[in-house]
């Protein structure tokens, strides 16, 4: 497939390789934010092929993972709902809310359906007038051009049947959040490409600046993976700590002004609760007052009900590169893919359940 | 869906199951002599006896059985009754065994279109005949609406064994060759990109095809079988992960080896899914010694039209394991994943 | 987030409101919104996520990482590394 398997090439690769091997001296840990980065790095085991002296820490950027229980119960409520349709992006299904999770749902009989596209949804809404549609609007800055869209058009076109239920979280501010934590032994970061084709990435510098980090706008395939970490580990040798794009085929700095424009019609900032990490200020979007009658929160009167984590999911630590996820005492034990206690260990690229899954020795990582 | 099929005169294509085709009398009759007989007449059902007699060749014999409860019913390049025909037949095959006999039980649901029910029925004549296996015993039953998803099926197969080799993982050996017979993921693939909500346009077909073809010649042409294992849902990696535990030995594959063609590359990338895990109903992987491979490899690409691959080999370490090489050259463990996969937008 | 596919324009219907077209990726195809790349032409490639164009891929950068080593090497030679 064309601008993907030239980005698998093994011989660029190696050169790759080769080249951090030379220029890498010092002991650097580097955080990449987005799930599918991380996605990468697991599946073809980049991390072996690299100098000991790299560490990778998965960071918090997979929405399954930070999604707050409380959402997760409240979508599970609405699901469980008779009359209504529940639509969601496929990754939510088995992260486990304070009791089950949507795939129980469906199981016991509720309309839960996997659409691949917040419009599937819409359509949904058009062809069943009788029913309640609710899409469950996870992610990142990446998703929110489509997630508003989705809320644009059922109100320009008076769709009465459809609402979503929102929990959309931003990357700057959890960036932040973990360079502020006084145990924080980040050096560079790979911001997330996708996310930064939408919204650009002047965010960053003032970042990189305050923090003194590098940070490398990085793509997802393993070569993009690979020059994002040369471009990072040369900062870091020479001392810089500056904003570089490696995954300039997408990324412009300013970023996708007509999806900036649709977000800001339907969406505002707000603090939003990460799963594992608690509350971080203005880290989320909203959907605005003007659109309210399309917020499945004021649609279904639903009551936050605030439930604690198992205590034995630390979650939040290893979403934020402090612990490794050997380093948890439930780790493939109680808590496995089969019966996960925490979302990294449900989603494919959440830190646990991709060291759980493809490390050839469970412990040593 | 729309199609074209010879529904027997006496029924006309609004006609539906109702319970009574299910009870015994009447009704029953009917369905076996307007719908059943004529697509499946042979010595053995025509005798209308509660079993069937029959002879085998040999007393090696393998027996298998299956049931088949997939949605949707009708996919691009199959449907359920060719499922459960190649399905168990395949499992008689990956045992060395010709297909002989089927039996051939259905659960309907109250309600399910007969012309839909002819279709598939057709479809299960066609497979079998093909290869000479006779139905020779069969039941069915109907279920309240609501209490069955369409149709259900449940086929089971004897077949016999006609040569010396014994084909099984307990015969898996250190340095045996794995041979996979083609591409992989078309089956659950091109079922995933019909779903409601997904709606890819693509005209990939599932691979559900019958393997005894391409393993009788392997027999016929001496090859030294180890072992056999066809790949059905949870993909590659199953099969090869079972291999891996009932034997007790390491399998070490190469991903750049390994086949799959651009439109199923293309599924998965856009869902977020593995091909390495992707559902098959036509492909499988045989064990056999090291001067075998080569000659492994003509045969099924010939037979089967296929580009069958040489993508690994067993090993002393990694035991219980299934060890993968990636494009890039690293290393990474091919475990089972629980369920099934789901498309991600992460 | 994550999930974005390369893909080449083949149909925009300019009538639909938001834009609308289809994006071939590798021989599959599937309708996609191209309201985020409205310059966008048949030919172009664009990068989807969630059935929406997110940024139309620039021809010219994707040889970059492909660039980027030989330029490294060019620059270690002229500083006598």
Known sequence: MKYIDEYRNSEIAKRYIDEIWRVCKGNWMIMEVCGGQTH??????????????????????????????????????????????????GDMLRVPGSKKDLFAVKEEGGDV???????????????????????????????APANAMAVYQAKRMGIKNFSMLVSHVLVPPVIEAVL??????????????????????????????????????????????????????????????????????????????????????????????????????????????????????????????????????????????IKKPYECPAFGNKCTPDHPLGAPMVSSEGACAAYYNYKLNRVEG | M??????????????????????GGRLTNNLIEKVFKPIFSNEYLDKLHDGAVISLPSSKI??????????????????????????????LAMCGARPMFLSLSL??????EIPSLVKILNSIKEVSQKLGVNIVTG????????????????????????????????????????VLSGDIGRHGASIMAL??????????????????????????????????????????VSALNEIAKTSNLGIFVEESEIPVIEEVRAICEILGLDPLYVANEGRFVAFVPDNYAQRTVEIISNVMGTTARVIGKVTEDNRGKVIMKSLIGSTRLLDMVSGEQLPRIC | MCLGVPGRVVEINYDTNPLMGKVDFGGVRREVCLEYVPDVKIGDYVIVHVGFAISKLDEEEAESVFRYLDEMNKISEQLGE
């Not at chain 1, 085991?45 to 409380?70: A, M, Q, R, W, Y």
């Not at chain 1, 605030?306 to 590169?321: A, F, N, T």
């Open chain 1, 180 to 321: 502020k934590s006084p145990q924080n032994r980040i050096n560079g970061f790979l911001a997330a490409g996708h996310v930064c084709t939408v919204m650009g990435y002047k965010d960053y510098e003032e970042i990189a600046k305050k923090y003194k980090v590098p940070i490398v706008v990085t793509g997802f395939e393993p070569l993009d993976i690979l020059q994002g970490v040369l471009m990072v580990v040369k900062q870091l040798e020479e001392g810089r700590y500056e904003v570089e794009n490696q995954y300039t085929r997408s990324v412009r700095k300013e970023g996708n002004i007509e999806a900036q424009k649709i977000i800001d019609e339907v969406f505002e900032i707000t603090d939003r609760t990460w799963r594992g990490m608690g509350v971080i200020p203005l880290s989320g979007y909203k959907i605005r007052e003007n659109y309210r009658e399309y917020d499945a929160e004021f649609r279904f009167s639903l009551v936050t009900k605030y439930v604690e984590e198992p205590k034995d999911c630390i979650s939040g630590l290893v979403l934020q590169g």
């Open chain 2, 107 to 112: 659960i309907i649901e109250e309600g399910f």
């Open chain 2, 139 to 178: 039941d069915t039953k109907v279920v309240n609406k609501g209490k069955g998803d369409k149709i259900y099926i449940n086929t089971t197969g004897i077949g016999v064994i006609e040569h010396n080799l014994d084909i099984s993982p307990q015969n898996v050996r250190v340095g045996d060759t794995i």
């Open chain 2, 195 to 236: 779903r409601e909500g997904i709606e890819l346009e693509t005209t990939l077909e599932s691979d559900c095809q019958e393997l005894w073809t391409a393993v009788s010649s392997l027999i016929d042409e001496g090859i030294e079988i180890h072992c056999l294992r066809d790949l059905t849902r949870g993909g590659l």
């Open chain 1, 113 to 143: 359906r996997i659409v691949y596209s917040p419009l599937d949804a819409l359509k949904i809404a058009i062809k069943n007038p009788d029913k309640e549609v609710v899409f469950f609007g996870i992610g990142f800055e990446t998703t």
């Open chain 1, 40 to 89: 990468t790095i697991i599946r073809f085991n980049i991390d072996e092929v690299l100098p000991k002296n790299i560490s990778f820490v998965h960071g918090p950027g997979c929405p399954v993972c930070v999604t707050p229980l409380e959402i997760l119960d409240k979508a599970i409520e609405i699901a469980s709902m008779p009359n209504v349709i529940f639509c969601s992006f």
């Open chain 2, 62 to 91: 393998a027996f298998s059985t299956d049931s088949y409860v997939i949605s949707p019913i009708f996919f691009p390049g199959g449907d359920i009754g060719k499922l459960s025909v190649t399905g168990t037949i395949n499992d």
């Open chain 2, 2 to 23: 729309i199609f074209e099929c010879n529904v027997p005169v006496n029924f006309d294509n609004n006609e539906r199951i109702r319970l009574g085709h299910g009870g």
